[in-house]
């Protein structure tokens, strides 16, 4: 919100306040803000149209004279496309080096005409969104004048960005309080006097739904006469960013701006015989101001008049009951309406005005009436008119807040000690009421005051009490919620011993019981409802609150008659608080014992929310007002002194942790990818249906939870390829079912040019890396399906043990076609869940051979169809110690080699723990290698 | 002939050889039975003890250096070393190596610097209830982050988490205090342009304690700040609203580049704004079980993208997620 700051010096001292220090001030206290100092409008002048002629080559253009001034240029010549621009108006002009939005003016030639400058519209201004034509000034703007200087006399703003709690300072009156609190200034009063009641118009006002209307304010003024606003309130306006309009709705808007509290004006004659606020029935339909037609629900609230609809609340008026320049008799609407309702119908049209915001934000109940006063003054002096009384329609109770404030917790929560009397001078200057509370202070308050049964805040105030009212109520002081009744103070208290009484104590009796229950009670829901709870049956029928000094206060209108042993009425001029001896209670036949509420009754601050507070509700609230305004800066940085708990291990982190850091050392680079895919990457594996789908995507690039990480790299691949031939890049992410999400790492290899392998190997040898690196044994690739994107036998499966933990293969061409990729793309998912199991087991030393291991390398020919695993399952069956290890070090097939046949040369770490071994040991093992091998129709190669 | 000049006319002579024969007469002459140095080395039991050990020492110097010479000059002659001459200047050999997300390395500094406070990392379901990513965590019923224009739904009660903030509730309900944890992870919100992306990361933190203050949560986070920014930096806290913390601050570092005097990277402001924290709301603590009457915490949550774009310099968060591996290899 922009405040213009001669506006603010009207309600708060802002004398030697330099601007940037109350900017600083001010977000430092909580109240974000940028300053805007004078020329909000650089190089925009005022200019005079002073000829139009038609562009030569464009139907649509105009060509104009513009006379902005001599220290501007002189006479301009501007084209322009608006059709409502004619000679004499003054227009706002955007010289050359002056920015449009982002878009900076320059000399250009438009259909062959030069044009040096541009005249604005009001968007183009950033003052509303009205785009039909040329913005046309006021008459007593001057030619070359700084068109800030016509908006406002170059007056410095604040704009001002309020937090969603603090509707209150939508406004300049909730910025001054600001203001007043973060530099210790003073308020000014506010200077509108009260008109008097010259009018006998009243208009009738039905609010027939009370909980999205609790109050309603209707004023009548007749006799008014509409025209433009003085030069001042336009100027206000404007500097404000709002648009005058006429002295009437100038007037609306400037009360909102000023107060927070949105109006409106009907015109009189066009309301007939009532105002009726409801909510729209189903299908019904109004037009608004803006002369859209807009289609209601049942959840819109309307105002109307007894024919149908004539605004639509909170968000904007209808356009049958619009102010026009004929009109004489206005009604003026101050009402607070609910947050939500306003929120969801100003959503659902697309059109969240001023208004609507301030309801939004919650409009305390008591600003109607200081509202509809000042507008009613200003209406008067600038329209003229007599004014009618208030029609007033109230549903609501006007909450006062109480809060208590234990001083402790000010420096248990903040870390810092504030001397008690700052903090009552700091929320004092932010409007609350502030008192040290005393339990003898304040029940001394109410002694004498009469006995009624059933009194209660809302119908007695603080003028009659029962007894459980009375200790209710002095709790409610400081915000504390003991009990309604006897039995529920009796049940939620703390039992405490007669011998250790204090202050604030409360002792009960059984007393008589008439219609009180006696097996349960009620606390609030917290949601401004109650909650019943039961309890054993059990008789607590009086009470007393301890002061001190042995001395109780309660609220009484029985005396016991300890011979007959019988509760006996007193008078109704006994009935009433009255001041005892605490051994009334203590010594009597039926006491049930004392409980107690509060840590202590010492230092306890009883703080009343002032009526503008709507956000104040807890201890915490004011204990970050207080804060705030001390200044969070001034708190000291200090580290948590607590005992420090002990690490929680957290396997998945450490394992994707350590496969990072594999994973770069292999190569490979990490991306992060969406978790949402569209329809066609998810389709790729089928599972539209066993995946979540998002309801309300931002587009269909996202509408499904993805179940693969696999074809987001692919995008990433399409991506990336024409800048790098060769593409090794992981993700470790989580992918999605119906059910739950499951951790995962995905790899992709695409190499320039490898067409024979696919690069199926590069992939795999980092997965075995990987795995190995990890210390995870047993690990098996098998051929098997994989996943639903790899090509017809180029994919496998990883186990460990029986368990699969992921797979890997080759890209399908078709969905590298889809896909735009080119060239054979391998692809890995591991499911890191399943892997962590196997993750974290020690590594285990094991002792160098002593004596030297022979290598021998042996070339052995097999049919190509044979499956390495079978030579690998082969080689470990081999029943020879000597040989301790193998290795395939090369598959060959092709030149020099029959059709269907492939060489694999194969690696022997042969070599004993107890000796070393002979050359004809060696060649044994070697044998008996060979002879295995042949079992599987391998011939050496010779 | 004394050591020093016995040294100098040795080495020369041995380089100066120009053939193997005259080598082995000039290894002769000196480390020879009967050669000169060897000499020295067997009359050192005459000299005085004051002298034996320093005549000693550098006899034994100037053996070594005349074998390694002599060693040196035979593999000269022999024809070993024949003097390739190594082009420097030429690149090495690519040796691959990849890179890491800029991501995670601003989240690995945070959650290194975070255990050396105690903090473990712990993780939480992306795809939440609206309980846990709202209700738990003090939000209306009618607040407005939870309209279909701001969160991602997948029912009425599934949402994609708009925050990190949920996993503080569901580790409140399994642990008791002292609690201390980081929870990062990616979160999503309905907004794509310059400044928002659909999904992005975020680093929660918690600490619930007896006694826990404000001023533990400045200094915490002024930790982790110059964690991650370097020491020279500071910070700033501001009032602000979070309906899940009270008091709540929005967070802003020193900017770098002006060191808080304002300049063009930070608008004139000298500070940045990086993360949103504050003490932990009642209700909140509530929610996840824990009596609010007896403990109390603070909890922070922070955009790892705006951090990263800060410490990196990136001046477009979409960069990120667009996934050009000639921005990620920056990194």
């Not at chain 1, 007043?180 to 506010?190: D, E, N």
């Not at chain 1, 060239?823 to 993750?839: C, F, N, Q, R, T």
Request: aromatic residues 8%; glycine residues 8%.
């Amino acid at each position: 919100m922009k405040i213009p700051l001669n506006w603010l010096a009207e309600y708060v001292d802002t004398k030697g306040l330099t601007l940037k220090k109350l900017s600083d001030g001010l977000r430092l206290s909580g109240t974000e803000n940028v300053l805007l100092e004078g020329s909000s409008f650089p190089n925009f002048v005022v200019g005079e149209i002073k000829n139009v002629e038609k562009h030569p080559d464009a139907d649509k253009l105009q060509v104009a004279k513009v006379d902005v001034g001599k220290k501007n240029g002189g006479v301009l010549q501007i084209v322009c496309g608006a059709p409502n621009i004619k000679v004499g108006q003054k227009v706002p002009v955007a010289l050359l080096g002056a920015k449009v939005g982002d878009f900076e003016i320059k000399k250009a030639k438009i259909r062959g005409v030069e044009s040096s400058g541009m005249m604005c519209a009001e968007d183009e201004l950033g003052l509303g969104e009205d785009h039909e034509g040329i913005m046309i000034l006021e008459d007593y703007a001057k030619v070359g004048q700084p068109l800030s200087e016509y908006f406002g006399g170059n007056e410095p703003v604040i704009d001002a960005e309020i937090t969603p709690n603090r509707g209150d300072c939508l406004s300049v009156t909730g910025i001054a309080r600001e203001v007043a609190a973060t530099f210790s200034r003073k308020l000014k009063k506010p200077k509108y006097k009260k008109v008097d009641i010259k009018s006998k118009k009243k208009i009738k006002v039905e609010v027939k739904d009370k909980e999205l209307c609790p109050r309603y304010i209707a004023k009548v003024v007749e006799g008014v006469k509409i025209g433009p606003s003085p030069k001042w309130l336009q100027e206000r306006l404007l500097a404000a960013g709002v648009r005058p309009i006429s002295n009437v709705v100038d007037v609306t808007n400037y009360v909102m701006l000023e107060w927070g509290q949105p109006l409106h004006a009907f015109d009189a004659r066009k309301i007939k015989e009532k105002i009726v606020v409801r909510r729209a029935k189903k299908g019904e339909k109004m037009v608004t101001l803006d002369s859209v037609e807009r289609k209601l629900t049942p959840d819109d609230l309307l105002i109307c008049d007894s024919r149908g609809p004539v605004a639509l609340a909170g968000v904007m008026g209808g356009e049958n009951s619009e102010i026009s320049n004929s009109t004489t008799e206005v009604i003026l609407e101050a009402a607070v309406f609910d947050s939500v309702a306003i929120r969801k119908t100003a959503q659902r049209i697309g059109n969240r005005t001023e208004a609507s915001n301030r309801f939004e934000k919650k409009v305390p109940l008591g600003l109607p009436e200081i509202a509809i006063e000042r507008a009613v003054e200003l209406l008067t002096e600038t329209a003229g008119g007599k004014a009618g009384e208030n029609t007033d329609v109230l549903s609501s109770w006007i909450w006062i807040q109480h809060v208590g404030l234990r001083i402790k917790r000010v420096e248990e929560v903040l870390g810092i000690e504030i001397d008690k009397k700052k903090i009552i001078e700091t929320l004092t200057s932010l409007g609350f009421l502030v008192e040290e509370f005393d339990f003898k202070k304040e029940a001394r308050k109410h002694v004498g005051k009469p006995y009624i049964w059933g009194a209660k805040f809302k119908t007695h105030g603080d003028m009659a009490f029962d007894c459980s009212y009375l200790t209710d109520y002095i709790y409610s002081q400081i915000g504390q919620f003991i009990g309604y009744v006897c039995l529920g103070q009796y049940e939620l208290g703390e039992p405490v011993k007669d011998t250790e009484l204090r202050p604030g104590d409360i002792l009960f009796l059984k007393g008589l019981i008439k219609d009180s229950p006696t097996d349960h009670y009620y606390i609030p829901d917290g949601e401004g409802g109650y909650e019943k709870i039961n309890c054993k049956k059990k008789e607590v029928g009086h009470n007393a609150l301890y002061i001190g000094d042995g001395r109780v206060i309660h609220a009484r209108h029985y005396e016991y008659d300890r011979k007959d042993r019988k509760w006996r009425k007193l008078p109704d001029r006994e009935a009433k608080v009255v001041e005892e001896n605490v051994e009334v209670f203590t010594k009597h036949p039926e006491y049930l014992g004392a409980r107690r509420y509060i840590e202590s009754p010492e230092n306890i601050l009883a703080v009343t929310a002032p009526w503008w507070r709507l956000d104040v509700r807890l201890e915490e609230d004011l204990i970050e007002e207080i804060a705030r305004i001390y200044g969070y800066d001034k708190l000291p940085t200090t580290l948590p002194s607590g005992l420090m708990p002990l690490p929680k291990e957290n396997k998945n982190l450490n394992l994707v942790c350590e496969l990072k850091t594999k994973l770069l050392g292999a190569g490979y680079s990490e991306v992060m990818t969406y978790s949402f895919v569209s329809e066609k990457e998810i389709k790729v594996t089928d599972d539209k249906d066993n995946v979540p789908k998002i309801e309300n995507p931002l587009s269909e690039e996202n509408e499904y939870m993805r179940s693969n990480l696999a074809v987001s790299l692919l995008s990433v691949a399409a991506k990336n390829q024409e800048n790098f031939d060769q593409i090794k890049i992981f993700e470790i992410a989580n992918v999605y079912s119906k059910k739950a999400q499951e951790l995962r790492l995905g790899m992709l290899v695409k190499m320039g040019n490898s067409p024979e392998t696919l690069n199926f190997p590069e992939i795999k040898g980092a997965l075995e890396l990987l795995l190995g690196r990890l210390n995870i044994r047993d690990v098996r690739v098998r051929v098997g399906a994989g996943a639903s994107y790899l090509g017809k036998g180029q994919a496998a499966e990883i186990f460990i043990g029986k368990e699969n933990i992921g797979h890997l293969g080759v890209f399908g061409e078709s969905i590298r076609d889809d896909f735009g990729v080119k060239g054979p793309v391998a692809v890995a998912e591991i499911y890191l869940e399943k892997l962590s199991k196997y993750y974290g087991k020690l590594k285990k030393y094991q002792p160098l051979p002593k004596y030297p291991c022979s290598l021998r390398d042996i070339n052995m020919v097999f049919a190509d169809s044979l499956l390495a695993e079978e030579i690998i399952k082969t080689l470990k069956k081999v029943n020879d110690r000597n040989l301790s290890d193998f290795k395939i070090l090369d598959i060959y097939r092709g030149k020099g080699l029959p059709e269907g046949k492939k060489s694999v040369t194969i690696r022997l770490v042969i070599g004993s723990s107890e000796k070393t071994l002979t050359e004809e040991e060696i060649n044994a093992t070697v044998d008996e290698v060979i002879q295995s091998l042949s079992s599987l129709g391998g011939k050496i190669r010779s | 002939m004394d050591l020093k000049r016995l040294s100098e006319t040795a080495i020369d002579e041995v380089r100066k050889a120009s053939s193997a024969e005259e080598l082995f007469r000039i290894e002769k002459k000196y480390l020879g039975k009967k050669g000169e140095l060897t000499k020295i080395l067997r009359s050192l039991s005459d000299l005085p003890a004051e002298k034996r050990k320093e005549t000693g020492k550098n006899a034994n110097i100037l053996k070594n250096t005349l074998e390694g010479e002599i060693k040196a000059k035979n593999e000269e002659l022999s024809g070993k070393t024949k003097g390739v001459v190594i082009d420097v200047t030429a690149p090495g050999k690519r040796i691959e190596y990849g890179h890491l997300h800029p991501i995670t390395q601003i989240l690995n500094e945070l959650i290194e610097a975070g255990k050396m406070l105690g903090f473990s990392v712990v993780d939480g379901p992306e795809i939440e209830t609206a309980w846990y990513n709202f209700d738990a965590l003090n939000t209306d019923e009618n607040h407005p982050s939870r309209d279909h224009t701001d969160t991602f739904y997948i029912s009425n009660d599934l949402l994609l988490r708009t925050h990190t903030s949920p996993v503080q509730i569901r580790y409140m309900q399994e642990n008791k205090p002292p609690i201390r944890i980081f929870a990062p992870g990616r979160v999503y919100r309905r907004d794509s342009d310059a400044t928002h992306t659909p999904m992005f990361n975020q680093l929660e933190g918690l600490l619930v304690d007896e006694e826990v203050t404000m001023s533990d949560l400045k200094g915490t986070l002024l930790y982790l700040v110059q964690a991650v920014f370097g020491e020279e930096r500071e910070i700033r806290l501001r009032p602000h609203h979070f309906p899940f913390t009270e008091p709540s601050a929005e967070v802003d570092v020193s900017c770098g580049l002006c060191s808080g005097k304002g300049c063009k990277s930070c608008k004139g402001e000298g500070w940045l704004e990086i993360l949103g924290a504050g003490m932990v709301h009642p209700n909140v603590l509530r929610a996840g079980g824990i009596d609010p009457k007896k403990y109390q915490g603070f909890a922070f949550g922070m955009g790892i993208e705006r951090i990263a774009m800060l410490k990196y310099g990136v001046d477009d968060l979409r960069a990120f997620y667009d996934n050009d591996l000639r921005f990620t290899e920056q990194f």
